[in-house]
């Protein structure tokens, strides 16, 4: 299973980034994907969660508290690949980002723990400057 994830670079405070995250190894219907971001000394925080469905349609998505309106989460189950639109961007955003994927098994509650993820992506570094 492999979780490659891009996207990341330095971009000013108020502007846009978009990550991807493409998944091989597995069938990518199959899993919920979440991202989540880490600076230095703390743990993963939860970003976002876009969860699949027994038809492999999403199902729902959810977002944390400082990234609510400004960032969205797709996936296109076509190109195995889920997508972190980011919009203003604040230097509090400022973290390695990691794509994770959670094998579908019903309705997935704990989409906001990292314990809960199966396979991680490698994280791509986004830096906002003031």
């Known amino acids: 299973v492999q979780l490659q994830a891009s996207g990341g670079g330095l971009v000013q405070a108020g502007g846009s980034l978009r990550l991807s995250c493409v998944v091989s190894?597995?069938?990518?219907?199959?899993?919920?994907m979440g991202w989540f971001r880490q600076v230095p000394g703390k743990l993963r925080e939860f970003v976002a969660v876009?969860?699949?469905?027994?038809?492999?349609?999403?199902?729902?998505?959810d977002y944390a508290d400082p990234v609510k309106g400004r960032f969205t989460i797709s996936r296109d189950n076509a190109k195995n690949t889920v997508y972190l639109q980011m919009n203003g961007l604040k230097p509090e955003d400022t973290a390695v980002y990691h794509c994770a994927a959670h094998l579908f098994g019903g309705n997935f509650q704990h989409y906001s723990d990292f314990l809960e993820y199966d396979h991680w992506g490698q994280g791509t570094l986004v830096t906002v400057s003031s």
């Open positions: 190894g597995v069938t990518f219907t199959n899993y919920d």
């Open positions: 876009t969860t699949t469905s027994w038809s492999g349609v999403t199902a729902h998505t």
